[in-house]
């Protein structure tokens, strides 16, 4: 009898291996909420190293990356990915920047529009060399974002750049808005830990 967690996995492996290639990073419209079950944080991990653990072609011109090495769970990150994922939500919007409203709290206390190295920084994760973000709306599973994440050069790029060795991934969940879960993933690399 398969478990979830195996079950995911498989998946994952199966279509990494068939060669995610060239997609658009367009979010969904938004899926049925019933559906949806929030990952744990463990299995988010377990998930990026597990493709990490793969040689990809990420089709940005690199040809194949990887194995990269493992990333763990980091707090701040996660705080910096929250905000931005429940500013998405909120507001009804989708983009690397933030809102500048009061659900953009970062770059509503600066008096603009935030960036996303802004909100790292605003949450705590200091003295990094690298950081990077990915960003999903509308899938209602792990395995479909990670999946749309490969097809896309640049998301492919963060999960496989070997330099990033933390992430923090936060989901928020709004059936009034256009796609209803929102993703957003930061990746980052400290000098000192």
């Known amino acids: 009898m398969f478990n979830s967690k195996y079950l995911m996995l498989l998946t994952i492996i199966l279509l990494v291996g068939c060669g995610a290639g060239g997609g658009s990073d ?25 493709v990490r653990s793969q040689k990809i072609d990420c089709n940005d011109g690199l040809g194949y990356v990887g194995p ?3 990333v763990s769970w980091n707090a701040e990150l996660y705080n910096a990915a929250y905000e931005h994922s429940n500013d998405l939500a909120m507001t009804d919007t989708f983009s690397h920047d933030g809102s500048g409203t009061e659900y953009d709290i970062t770059g509503y206390n600066r008096g603009k529009k935030s960036f996303f190295r802004e909100r790292i920084d605003e949450n705590g994760y200091m003295d990094y060399d690298i ?11 792990l395995v479909e974002v990670v999946n749309r994440w490969l097809e896309s050069p640049a998301h492919c790029t963060n999960i496989m750049k070997d330099d990033f060795d933390e992430i923090g991934t936060a989901i928020v969940v709004n059936p009034d808005s256009q796609y209803g879960i929102y993703w957003t993933q930061e990746f980052g690399h400290r000098e000192s830990k």
């Open 26 to 50: 367009s979010p969904r419209s938004n899926p049925s909420e019933e559906s949806f079950v929030e990952p744990s944080q463990s299995e988010i991990v377990e998930a990026i190293n597990k």
């Open 131 to 141: 950081v990077g973000e990915n960003i999903a709306g509308g899938f209602s599973t």
């Open 68 to 70: 990269s090495q493992p």
